[in-house]
């Protein structure tokens, strides 16, 4: 009888096993109702985006598809929002050669942001990828800074909001926020 219970025990653990129980990996994707509309049902899935930058953390940043600058400006300035600001608009006047940007940076105070490897968009305006997570505070008052900085230039500049999951508690908060458009993806 000890046997067979035993013999049950362990099917049943290889079984939760195979089906993905114990993987340590991203959290499984499951479906959250969005806050708006309980009938809609929003499914979170990771943005391609996240594996073909190969993000690792946040927040990071990707200028013109070509550049990538990770972190916030370093909390020891004391005007660390100003400072923030204007390495964005230093790396986009690199990136873009645009005198919108350009007009402005300052090439002495900037944090240098690396290639990526990638070429850039083609698009008529710049482009930044924020890859924020919902629970990184770093991301959220980097994300004030640049919503400011496309309403200061809606025709020179768009910002794509990417949810990347960093912690457990992401992927409930991600399905939230692409579902009621906090994010892009």
């Not at 089906?19 to 959290?27: A, H, L, V």
């Not at 924020?130 to 500049?157: G, M």
């Amino acid at each position: 009888m000890i046997a067979a219970v035993a013999i049950v025990i362990v099917l049943a653990l290889m079984g939760y096993y195979a089906i993905g129980g114990f993987k340590t990996s991203k959290p499984a994707v499951t479906a959250t109702p969005t806050p708006q509309a309980s009938a809609t049902v929003h499914i979170y899935n990771e943005s391609s985006l996240v594996s073909e930058y190969s993000i690792g953390g946040t927040p990071i940043l990707v200028f013109g598809c070509s550049m990538q600058r990770e972190g916030l400006a370093s909390s020891l300035y004391a005007n660390r929002d100003a400072v923030e600001r204007q390495d964005i608009i230093n790396a986009l006047c690199s990136e873009t050669g645009k005198s919108a940007f350009c007009a402005i940076a300052n090439t002495e105070q900037a944090v240098p942001a690396t290639q990526t490897g990638k070429a850039s968009c083609d698009n008529e305006k710049a482009v930044i990828y924020a890859f924020h997570s919902p629970s990184c505070a770093a991301s959220e008052t980097q994300r004030v800074i640049l919503d400011k900085l496309a309403a200061d230039y809606p025709n020179y500049l768009e910002v794509r909001y990417i949810c990347t999951l960093t912690t457990q508690s992401d992927l409930a908060l991600c399905n939230q926020a692409v579902g009621s458009g906090l994010y892009d993806e």
